[in-house]
């Protein structure tokens, strides 16, 4: 009996850690941090094929230069979500939406967001198409710093 105890205590750390990695639920101040600059961020995390992210950008950030470089330079990757907080404008090549605090969307691609107040979304995305984009982002984003 006591070497079952044993073996089963040394697998512990193996099996919290899968379970970890498992883990499909999160209090969205928990996500890793994967930008911050004021009080702007992303907290981001995979689950599965997709991609979950808690963001808050302010109000009057442009974030339209980061698409440079993608078709159409509007962001690709279709996007779900929820607004817990403000609102944001996003545009597409014919029209123009506003999607308002407790309303839930989808994004499809070929979209450009407009933040005019603060806003916070909960987000979701396929892991695939938000990487391919957000290389692009990131590339940008270096771009930017380095030209300021």
């Not at 094929?49 to 470089?69: C, H, R, S």
């Not at 070929?110 to 695939?128: A, I, M, N, Q, R």
């Amino acid at each position: 009996m006591g070497g079952i105890a044993r073996d089963s205590q040394k697998a512990q750390p193996k099996m919290r850690a899968a379970f970890r990695r498992c883990v499909t639920h999160e209090v969205k101040t928990a996500l890793p941090v994967i930008f911050e600059e004021g009080e702007a961020f992303s907290r981001e995390v995979e689950w599965g094929d997709m991609n979950v992210a808690y963001q808050a950008l302010p109000g009057g950030m442009d974030i339209v230069p980061l698409f440079k470089g993608l078709p159409d330079g509007r962001c690709q990757c279709p996007h779900w979500g929820y607004v817990l907080k403000g609102r944001f404008r996003v545009g597409y090549a014919g029209h123009e939406e506003v999607i308002n605090a407790g309303e839930l969307y989808y994004l499809a691609p070929g979209h450009l967001p407009y933040f005019d107040e603060d806003t916070e979304v909960v987000e979701f995305s396929p892991k695939g198409e938000y990487q391919k984009t957000m290389e692009v982002v990131k590339r940008n984003m270096e771009e930017i710093q380095r030209a300021s």
